[in-house]
């Protein structure tokens, strides 16, 4: 059985800080991901073609379970599978949220204030934008602003100054209500920027780094109460693998809370169930599955072609407020240089000839799901569900957000770039609103809380995110987020990989 310090499993925006984090500091670290290398793969770099990997070799194929709430449909929820995980196949918006959200994780996870986690995000990027004290300098990730030249651009930032938001800066900045130029993880010369890019290729020819690709671990190992290694499934074997100080979970929101069952953690009934044995009776582990739901997307006829995309295909971020009452800003759109529907849009809409698109997420969203096991075969499939606009308060944001765009793009500031509406294909209100809004929900990929931090019993891990019950075991991705944060989540997770490590080395 070989082995190390640490076994870090997963590699994407949270494991991979994590392993950096760990050399750096001396220690000698295995790094197991089920997928290949990504690093130096064209279609991965190309920023633009990002649609292209939410399925297929670079993706896991895990899909939402359907409910009546979405019309009955079916909704892929991708997955990176590849070193950089998510990071090598997501949409590279880089938002970090406000110190709203880390209040919420504050408050049942001492220690996540956005004062705690502002260090590590300044850690983790590079910024390229206009100098500023929030932003860091001289961090792994590449961030840029995009080329704010595009026709779609101009009219994002026009339209919401027609409909009364203020122009911001940055939208990392202080406040982000308004509208601003979004910032992306693209590096400077135009390449998607991923974790791997940016934490591990600079260190994989470190002596203390084993790096396993095509490998899938399926089970933590134990020592008594300590973790002391995993199982690995690799070239058609399972392999033993040991670490002498800890084994860090970073699979992600979906893999994650699998593992932890295999394992033997997990709700008693569920592992009953799946004829598990039980190790730590974890009730909260695959429960609290959050998402932002996603209108994907209103579409709307250009009165001209709008030329090759650049960047990721979008340009700004606008993010208001469905109710003025609201203490946060909920909504948040994103235009796209080109057509954007789920298929059920496709079904319902002519959405040939020359179409631009904007996203609209609900990201103070309430509604909550949970995970469940397939079977206890390590790749059994999973059932997903995140009971996207459960909670009446999403809907009624996405209902009169759609209202708010469909206004916006028709106002004068949007300038002469809108000939008409394409899907919907006639100015929405009331129940028609909320039937387009049933049938064109889908997922913003933000996925996260299936293992949850904080100091109650339904947490299965601690606010300094070693896993309840164990010791030398900790999970360090999007798992531990206990309340889902009003913006994308690789930025909030890659602090988590920061800070995670952090507490791995202090707390031995
Ligand atoms: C299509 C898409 C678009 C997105 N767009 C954005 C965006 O624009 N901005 C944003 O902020 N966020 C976006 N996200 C979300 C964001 O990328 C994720 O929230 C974030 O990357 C999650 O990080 P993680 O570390 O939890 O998981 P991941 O980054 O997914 O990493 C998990 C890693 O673990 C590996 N793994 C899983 N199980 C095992 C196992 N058993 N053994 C070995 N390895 C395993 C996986 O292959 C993967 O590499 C998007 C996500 C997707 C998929």
């Given at each position: 059985m070989s082995g190390a310090d640490y076994i870090v499993v997963g590699s994407g925006s949270g494991g991979a800080p994590v392993v950096r984090r760990l050399l750096e500091a001396g220690a000698s670290v295995i790094l197991i991901e089920a997928g290949e290398s990504t690093l130096g793969v064209p279609e991965i770099e190309d920023a633009a073609g990002w649609f292209a990997l939410q399925s297929g070799r670079w993706d896991w194929g895990h899909r939402y379970t359907p409910t009546e709430r979405i019309l009955g449909r079916e909704i892929p929820i991708p997955r990176g599978l590849g070193l950089g995980g998510s990071s090598a196949t997501n949409a590279m918006m880089w938002y970090r949220g406000v110190p709203a959200d880390y209040a919420r994780w504050d408050a049942v996870a001492p220690g996540w204030g956005w004062d705690d986690c502002l260090p590590a995000f300044r850690a983790c990027e590079t910024w390229h934008g206009a100098p500023d004290a929030l932003r860091g300098e001289d961090g792994p990730m590449q961030i840029t602003p995009p080329d704010p030249d595009h026709p779609l651009t101009q009219a994002m930032l026009g339209g919401a100054r027609s409909m009364g938001l203020p122009e911001n800066a940055d939208p990392n900045g202080s406040e982000p209500l308004g509208v601003a130029l979004a910032n992306f993880n693209i590096g400077p010369d135009g390449r998607r920027w991923t974790s791997a890019m940016g934490y591990l290729e600079p260190v994989l020819n470190h002596p203390g780094l084993t790096l396993l690709t095509g490998a899938r671990a399926t089970e933590v190992l134990f020592d008594g109460d300590r973790a002391c290694g995993v199982t690995v499934w690799r070239s058609g074997q399972s392999e033993r693998l040991e670490a002498t100080r800890g084994v860090i979970l970073a699979a992600g929101a979906l893999e994650t809370p699998r593992l932890l069952q295999l394992s033997g953690i997990g709700p008693e009934a569920e592992l009953a169930r799946l004829g598990l044995p039980l190790r730590i009776r974890a009730e909260g582990v695959g429960e609290n599955l959050q998402d932002h739901p996603l209108i994907r997307a209103l579409n709307f006829r250009a009165s001209r072609p709008l030329g090759p995309m650049k960047g990721n295909g979008g340009g700004t971020l606008t993010i208001w407020k469905s109710d003025a009452a609201l203490e946060q800003a909920d909504l948040l759109a994103f235009p796209v240089q080109g057509r954007s529907a789920v298929p059920a849009l496709w079904d319902h809409?002519?959405?040939?000839?020359?179409v631009f698109a904007i996203g609209l997420g609900v990201m103070r969203s309430h509604s909550k799901g949970r995970m469940r096991l397939g079977g206890a075969a390590p790749d059994a499939p999973l059932d997903i569900q995140p009971n996207l606009l459960s909670d009446p308060r999403d809907l009624q944001a996405l209902i009169r957000g759609v209202e708010f765009l469909q206004d916006m793009v028709a106002s004068a500031g949007f300038g002469d770039l809108f000939a008409g509406y394409a899907a919907p294909d006639t100015k929405l209100t009331g129940a028609a609103t909320e039937t387009f809004v049933r049938r064109a929900t889908s997922t913003f990929f933000h996925c996260c809380g299936t293992a949850r931090m904080g100091q109650g019993d339904d947490a299965p891990v601690t606010p300094r995110l070693a896993v309840k019950g164990a010791r030398g075991l900790w999970v360090a991705d999007a798992s531990v987020i206990p309340d889902i944060p009003a913006c994308h989540t690789h930025a909030p997770v890659t602090m988590i990989g920061e800070r995670a490590a952090q507490f791995v080395l202090e707390d031995q």
């Open positions: 809409y002519d959405l040939e000839g020359d």
